[in-house]
């Protein structure tokens, strides 16, 4: 019998799309891509010499904070909404399987961190374009990278910018699934995020903590635009394997705890 | 020979120390409508909440039309409608919308479908509106209406009538009476209103501390109080006092201007009328009274904790 994982999904799409909360982070982090444009100038580094630059700029500061929080409320509301509404119940009161219905969860949550970023990498790069050039990377003395390189770097920063935001979505749905009630497990998630941003450094565990990694792309990126040596690796590799740890031991946790769970009341 | 629409064969469940379904075994027949009954606490949710598989089972085993629900689950579930509890729906979005989710994933239920349901839970005009916007009696329909959705041969529902005003409860049982009457349905219903379950089942489960009580045909079960005799007079009505001073009656008390309930201490309504008759008194009506839940579980259970 087939799987139920794409009714599952398309369910999942009439759902987020029927919300507030979607757009109200989609908008905020579109307003950090703004704000950032208002006051490139005025923090005058070289970060906002060109378009790429600007583009590095504002996806840092949009997913250092809002655009973290927002992909990260969305994953943790996704099971214990269903929990504490009971909606859970009717909808697995029906002939498929939980690992479907879960991955249909952890999906969306992709899905969305996915939209966020393409809707402010969109506005960012628009805006950019508005001010500064997409061209190549140049000084006084001349070309220093290829818009071809500068392109295939900003392609690639956005790529990667996904997988420590994917650990973040598992992460979220781990507590989403843990946590029976969606207020109790937004709190939790944000702030156990913060604990660990806080302390991380004072402890020295900070190069074991996958988050180090958010903003690390366009850290790169940032490089490329400003003309001085980058280097992806052997970073890059630390990254993957970092988030993909965490991020396949928060989905099997996640997973392993839904498929156990008693969703009585 | 034609499998049980549902059979529970010795399931048990624990929650840590509290064992809430104990070594329950039962077997509804297909095509009726069989209730569920029992206290609070009794195990009914906990042992609804397994068919589908909401509460995983410690022991035993579940068949639904002799498909294996741990072996052959999807196959199982595609017979069976459910509604457990309240039901819940996604209130931000319209009836039709939540019915469109529940068909999606049951597959092969196209619009006509839904349309045909909306129409027959009586919430085609609102069908647009969002769910917020539904009273309880209303989403308690539509819950009945998503369990009815893939065209289930049993269904299994939990309080169905929870909430509902008593001509939507009649409406809604009236409406499920007449799915087994017509299409051979099989509906299991947990329910606490024993009138409920004696004027539309057949079959009744009695569960008490999570184990099988009582079981069989609900005449025979929810027969009523024998020794309880409501009488209505016309004209005088006896003092009490009166009444009392036969020690064939135990007690007697006044439930209306014109209605007495007396106890007898042996079951003879036919003697007490005789009596009242060569009192002088006139009798319009002379019944035995249907026994409450709570003198019920005590000739069950002989247990006074549920009373």
Same mark, same amino acid.
């Given at each position: 019998?087939?799987?139920?994982?794409?009714?599952?999904?398309?369910?999942?799409?009439?759902?987020?799309?029927?919300?507030?909360?979607?757009?109200?982070?989609?908008?905020?982090?579109?307003?950090?891509?703004?704000?950032?444009?208002?006051?490139?100038?005025?923090?005058?580094?070289?970060?906002?010499?060109?378009?790429?630059?600007?583009?590095?700029?504002?996806?840092?500061?949009?997913?250092?904070?809002?655009?973290?929080?927002?992909?990260?409320?969305?994953?943790?509301?996704?099971?214990?909404?269903?929990?504490?509404?009971?909606?859970?119940?009717?909808?697995?009161?029906?002939?498929?399987?939980?690992?479907?219905?879960? /991955?249909?969860?952890?999906?969306?949550?992709?899905?969305?961190?996915?939209?966020?970023?393409?809707?402010?990498?969109?506005?960012? +790069?628009?805006? /950019?374009?508005?001010?500064?050039?997409?061209?190549?990377?140049?000084?006084?003395?001349?070309?220093?990278?290829?818009?071809?390189? /500068?392109?295939?770097?900003?392609?690639?920063?956005?790529?990667?910018?996904?997988?420590?935001?994917?650990?973040?979505?598992?992460?979220?749905?781990?507590?989403?699934?843990?946590?029976? +009630?969606?207020?109790?497990?937004?709190?939790? +998630?944000?702030?156990?995020?913060?604990?660990?941003?806080?302390?991380?450094?004072?402890?020295?565990?900070?190069?074991?903590?996958?988050?180090?990694?958010?903003?690390?792309?366009?850290?790169?990126?940032?490089?490329?635009?400003?003309?001085?040596?980058?280097?992806?690796?052997?970073?890059?590799?630390?990254?993957?394997?970092?988030?993909?740890?965490?991020?396949?031991?928060?989905?099997?946790?996640?997973?392993?705890?839904?498929?156990?769970?008693?969703?009585?009341? | 020979?034609?499998?049980?629409?549902?059979?529970?064969?010795?399931?048990?469940?624990?929650?840590?120390?509290?064992?809430?379904?104990?070594?329950?075994?039962?077997?509804?027949?297909? *095509?009726?409508?069989?209730?569920?009954? *029992?206290?609070? *606490?009794?195990?009914?949710?906990?042992?609804?909440?397994?068919?589908?598989?909401?509460?995983?089972?410690?022991?035993?085993?579940?068949?639904?039309?002799?498909?294996?629900?741990?072996?052959?689950?999807?196959?199982?579930?595609?017979?069976?409608?459910?509604?457990?509890?309240?039901?819940?729906?996604?209130?931000?979005?319209?009836?039709?919308?939540?019915?469109?989710?529940?068909?999606?994933?049951?597959?092969?239920?196209?619009?006509?479908?839904?349309?045909?349901?909306?129409?027959?839970?009586?919430?085609?005009?609102?069908?647009?509106?969002?769910?917020?916007?539904?009273?309880?009696?209303?989403?308690?329909?539509?819950?009945?209406?998503?369990?009815?959705?893939?065209?289930?041969?049993?269904?299994?529902?939990?309080?169905?009538?929870?909430?509902?005003?008593?001509?939507?409860?009649?409406?809604?049982?009236?409406? $499920?009476?007449?799915?087994?009457?017509?299409?051979?349905?099989?509906?299991?219903?947990?329910?606490? $209103?024993?009138?409920?379950?004696?004027?539309?089942?057949?079959?009744?489960?009695?569960?008490?501390?999570?184990?099988?009580?009582?079981? *069989?045909?609900?005449?025979?079960? $929810?027969?009523?109080?024998?020794?309880?005799?409501?009488?209505?007079?016309?004209?005088?009505?006896?003092?009490?006092?009166?009444?009392?001073?036969?020690?064939?009656?135990?007690?007697?008390?006044?439930?209306?201007?014109?209605?007495?309930?007396?106890?007898?201490?042996?079951?003879?309504?036919?003697?007490?009328?005789?009596?009242?008759?060569?009192?002088?008194?006139?009798?319009?009506?002379?019944?035995?009274?249907?026994?409450?839940?709570?003198?019920?579980? $005590?000739?069950?259970?002989?247990?006074?904790?549920?009373?």
């Amino acid at each position: 019998m087939h799987s139920q994982l794409l009714p599952l999904l398309r369910n999942e799409v009439v759902k987020a799309v029927r919300r507030k909360l979607p757009y109200f982070g989609l908008f905020m982090g579109g307003l950090i891509c703004v704000l950032t444009y208002v006051v490139a100038d005025e923090i005058g580094t070289a970060n906002t010499a060109n378009a790429w630059g600007y583009v590095a700029l504002s996806m840092q500061l949009v997913f250092a904070d809002i655009g973290l929080i927002f992909v990260l409320v969305f994953a943790a509301m996704l099971m214990s909404d269903e929990t504490r509404s009971g909606t859970i119940r009717a909808a697995l009161a029906a002939p498929l399987h939980r690992w479907e219905f879960y /991955a249909a969860k952890v999906i969306i949550g992709l899905l969305y961190m996915i939209a966020m970023s393409f809707v402010c990498l969109v506005l960012s +790069s628009l805006l /950019a374009r508005a001010h500064y050039g997409f061209g190549p990377v140049a000084d006084s003395l001349g070309e220093i990278y290829s818009q071809r390189t /500068a392109l295939a770097n900003f392609l690639l920063a956005w790529v990667l910018s996904w997988v420590p935001l994917a650990a973040i979505v598992c992460y979220g749905l781990f507590l989403s699934t843990m946590i029976r +009630s969606s207020g109790a497990a937004v709190a939790a +998630s944000i702030g156990t995020l913060y604990v660990i941003e806080f302390t991380k450094h004072l402890v020295g565990v900070d190069p074991y903590i996958f988050t180090r990694y958010i903003t690390y792309p366009w850290q790169v990126l940032g490089q490329v635009a400003q003309g001085v040596g980058y280097e992806w690796r052997p970073e890059v590799w630390k990254m993957l394997g970092l988030c993909g740890v965490y991020g396949a031991v928060a989905f099997v946790a996640g997973l392993v705890l839904f498929l156990r769970q008693d969703l009585n009341e | 020979m034609t499998a049980p629409a549902l059979a529970l064969e010795d399931l048990c469940k624990r929650f840590g120390r509290i064992h809430a379904v104990e070594h329950l075994s039962l077997e509804v027949p297909p *095509g009726q409508m069989a209730g569920f009954l *029992g206290p609070n *606490g009794a195990g009914k949710s906990t042992t609804l909440y397994m068919i589908p598989r909401l509460v995983h089972p410690s022991g035993g085993r579940i068949c639904i039309f002799g498909a294996d629900l741990r072996r052959d689950f999807r196959q199982a579930l595609r017979s069976v409608g459910v509604m457990v509890e309240a039901p819940a729906f996604y209130e931000y979005l319209s009836a039709r919308k939540n019915l469109q989710l529940a068909a999606r994933v049951l597959g092969g239920v196209g619009s006509r479908d839904i349309d045909e349901t909306l129409e027959r839970i009586g919430l085609a005009d609102r069908q647009y509106d969002k769910v917020r916007t539904y009273s309880q009696g209303m989403k308690q329909r539509l819950g009945i209406g998503r369990a009815l959705l893939g065209r289930p041969r049993l269904l299994v529902l939990d309080e169905p009538t929870n909430g509902m005003d008593p001509e939507g409860t009649r409406e809604i049982l009236g409406f $499920l009476q007449e799915r087994v009457e017509r299409d051979g349905l099989t509906v299991f219903i947990s329910s606490h $209103l024993l009138h409920e379950v004696e004027e539309y089942c057949t079959t009744v489960f009695v569960i008490d501390k999570g184990r099988l009580v009582a079981s *069989g045909n609900v005449r025979d079960i $929810l027969k009523p109080h024998e020794r309880v005799i409501r009488t209505t007079f016309v004209g005088e009505v006896p003092y009490p006092a009166t009444l009392l001073a036969d020690e064939r009656i135990k007690r007697v008390e006044s439930t209306s201007p014109d209605t007495l309930e007396i106890l007898l201490a042996a079951e003879d309504s036919a003697w007490l009328n005789q009596h009242l008759l060569r009192a002088g008194y006139r009798v319009s009506a002379i019944t035995p009274r249907q026994k409450t839940l709570k003198e019920f579980f $005590l000739s069950i259970t002989g247990d006074h904790r549920n009373a």
